[in-house]
């Protein structure tokens, strides 16, 4: 299981990348709260997951938060993702008959080879399997987890990925780690649990300038579905059933880009006010 810790001016963060088919190890450290990947899941879903099983049991035991920030994609962005997947799966499998056609003959075509072995990239890429399926253990490098998530973002279709992780990127820095930390009396550790293409979230915790970018640039009403302000959090009994789902309607918090946004009003205003009062007659 890859992971990788790191602090921001908030919050210790685990960031641990699995497969969604596969139980996740528990985190080597212990937290005071986790954040799961939902996307179209509703939380009975979530809370049922085999990737989620070790890790929720460890978060009951240890009475830790577990919290939802993730949202659905819109149909538009849902399609984007579903052609990605069908053209890495179109390559990928191109890939294999190539390769299979080169060692099945007794003089292998080296072209056909390279080729074989170049259409499929894309599809190891997006498994993330040089981390992933490779490298069990934490990753100490931050530049080898950085080139991973330059790596699998465009795969997953334009923006999808990046929009994702910037969503769940500003509830965790704006909203969770400060409500964590007031409550604690201290700087809280959050583990986070996705799937393994992921690895952009990171980039983003650490940076809230990007983030700030990023929120400018994209509408995230065209990408995600539904109420994507909002956050769930899991109330789970001593078997990890869940009693209640509490709903945080607005966890998205803009302050930085609110503040940009109200100075740049005050500034057009006041540019206004001076070139009418100074107008030439």
């Known amino acids: 299981m890859a992971h990788i810790s790191f602090e921001t001016p908030n919050a210790k963060y685990i960031l641990l990348l699995s ?8 985190s080597p450290s212990n937290f ?3 954040i799961l ?13 085999i990737q989620y099983t070790k890790l929720i049991n460890q978060a009951v035991k240890n009475n830790s938060q577990i919290w939802l920030t993730d949202a659905d994609l819109s149909k538009l962005a ?4 579903l ?12 890939g294999v008959v190539l390769l299979q056609n080169s060692l099945s003959k007794d003089k292998m075509s080296r072209r056909k080879f390279l080729m074989g072995i170049g259409l499929l990239l894309p599809y190891f890429a997006l498994q993330s399997s040089i981390f992933h399926n490779l490298h069990k253990g934490e990753i100490k490098h931050e530049k080898f987890w ?11 279709g334009k923006g999808i990925a990046v929009i994702r992780n910037l969503l769940t990127a500003e509830k965790c820095e704006s909203f969770i780690a400060p409500s964590l930390r007031q409550t604690l009396g201290k700087k809280p550790t959050i583990a986070m ?3 393994s293409a992921h690895f952009g979230i990171m980039g983003l915790l650490k940076n809230p300038k990007r983030r700030q970018t990023l929120l400018k640039k ?12 909002a956050s769930q959090r899991l109330i789970l009994d001593a078997k990890g059933q869940i009693k209640k789902v509490q709903t945080f309607k607005d966890t998205l918090k803009q302050k930085e880009q609110e503040a940009i946004k109200t100075q740049q009003e005050a500034q057009l205003s006041r540019r206004r006010f001076l070139s009418g009062k100074f107008k030439r007659v």
């Open 146 to 156: 950085d080139a991973n998530a330059e790596i699998t973002a465009p795969l997953l």
């Open 193 to 195: 649990v996705w799937g």
């Open 83 to 94: 052609l990605g997947a069908v053209a890495t799966a179109g390559s990928a499998a191109e």
């Open 32 to 34: 005071d709260a986790i």
């Open 218 to 229: 994209y509408d995230l009403s065209k990408y995600l579905s539904g109420d994507y302000r």
């Open 19 to 26: 497969a969604h088919c596969q139980t996740t190890e528990e």
């Open 78 to 81: 849902y399609a984007r993702t």
């Open 37 to 49: 990947e939902s996307g179209s899941l509703a939380p009975e879903e979530v809370a049922k997951s």
